[in-house]
T-cell receptor
Framework: DAKTTQPPSMDCAEGRAANLPCNHS???????VYWYRQIHSQGPQYIIH???NNETNEMASLIITEDRKSSTLILPHATLRDTAVYYC?????????????FGRGTSLIVHP | DAGVIQSPRHEVTEMGQEVTLRCKPI?????LFWYRQTMMRGLELLIY????????DSGMPEDRFSAKMPNASFSTLKIQPSEPRDSAVYFC???????????????FGEGSWLTVV
C-alpha cells in the first residue's frame, strides 16, 4: 500500500497558486518524495522530487517540512491545463531495489 | 529519446480470447514495471522486473496473467483467457534503478486501453 495520504480532490482558480498537500509520516531517512501528475488518458508524468530541502523547477515547487513528515506541491500560477490527478509517492524498498507505489492521488480541477 | 513505447494503444477483444500487451522501455533503463489502472482500484502495480528478472509479481491478479521480459528492450503482459473484469488501462514504466537511495525518475508509457466484451 502507498505510504502517503492526500486529499481526494481540490480546486483552484486559474492564475492562482495551487497548493497540494501530502502526508508521509512514516517516511524513512533515505526515502525521497516524488510528485507525478496524470492528465486524463495519459500516463503519469514526473513533476519534481526531493529528499529534505525545498526544490523548484520550471513546473513546480516542492516544500518539505523539517521533520519530513509532510510536503506541499505548489503550482505557482495554475492554468486550465494543470487539471489532472497529482500523485505524491515515496520510494519503497523491496529486495534492495525501489518500487514506486501509487495511491489515489489528488484530483485537481483548475477553473476559469 | 522515444520514451516508453506501448502497443497496442487500444484493443477490444471478446471474452476468452488471449490478449498480449507489449512494451519497449527506455534504452538503458534496467527496471520495468507493469501497472493496471481502473476507476475502482486506481493505479495498481502488477509486476516488476529488474535486469530482465521478475522481482515482485505479487500484484498479478491470478494465473490468467503472465509477464515476460526476454531482453532489456522488450516485455509482454499476457492475459489468457481474458474476462470483462480485465478491462482497464495497462501502463508500462521503466526506470534506471541504482538501488542506492538516490532519486530516480520513473517514466510511463501512454498505456494500452483494453476492453473485454
Amino acid at each position: 500500500d502507498a505510504k502517503t495520504t492526500q486529499p481526494p480532490s481540490m480546486d483552484c482558480a486559474e492564475g492562482r497558486a495551487a497548493n497540494l498537500p501530502c502526508n508521509h509520516s512514516t517516511i524513512s531517512g533515505n526515502e525521497y518524495v516524488y510528485w507525478y501528475r496524470q492528465i486524463h488518458s495519459q500516463g503519469p508524468q514526473y513533476i519534481i522530487h526531493g529528499l529534505k530541502n525545498n526544490e523548484t523547477n520550471e513546473m513546480a515547487s516542492l516544500i518539505i517540512t523539517e521533520d519530513r513528515k509532510s510536503s506541499t506541491l505548489i503550482l505557482p500560477h495554475a492554468t486550465l491545463r494543470d487539471t489532472a490527478v497529482y500523485y505524491c509517492i515515496v520510494r519503497v524498498a523491496s529486495g534492495g531495489s525501489y518500487i514506486p507505489t501509487f495511491g489515489r492521488g489528488t484530483s485537481l480541477i483548475v477553473h476559469p | 529519446d522515444a520514451g516508453v513505447i506501448q502497443s497496442p494503444r487500444h484493443e477490444v477483444t471478446e471474452m476468452g480470447q488471449e490478449v498480449t500487451l507489449r512494451c519497449k522501455p527506455i534504452s538503458g533503463h534496467n527496471s520495468l514495471f507493469w501497472y493496471r489502472q481502473t476507476m475502482m482500484r486506481g493505479l495498481e502495480l502488477l509486476i516488476y522486473f529488474n535486469n530482465n528478472v521478475p522481482i515482485d509479481d505479487s500484484g498479478m491478479p491470478e494465473d490468467r496473467f503472465s509477464a515476460k521480459m526476454p531482453n532489456a528492450s522488450f516485455s509482454t503482459l499476457k492475459i489468457q483467457p481474458s474476462e470483462p473484469r480485465d478491462s482497464a488501462v495497462y501502463f508500462c514504466a521503466s526506470i534506471l534503478s541504482h538501488g542506492t537511495g538516490a532519486g530516480n525518475t520513473i517514466y510511463f508509457g501512454e498505456g494500452s486501453w483494453l476492453t473485454v466484451v
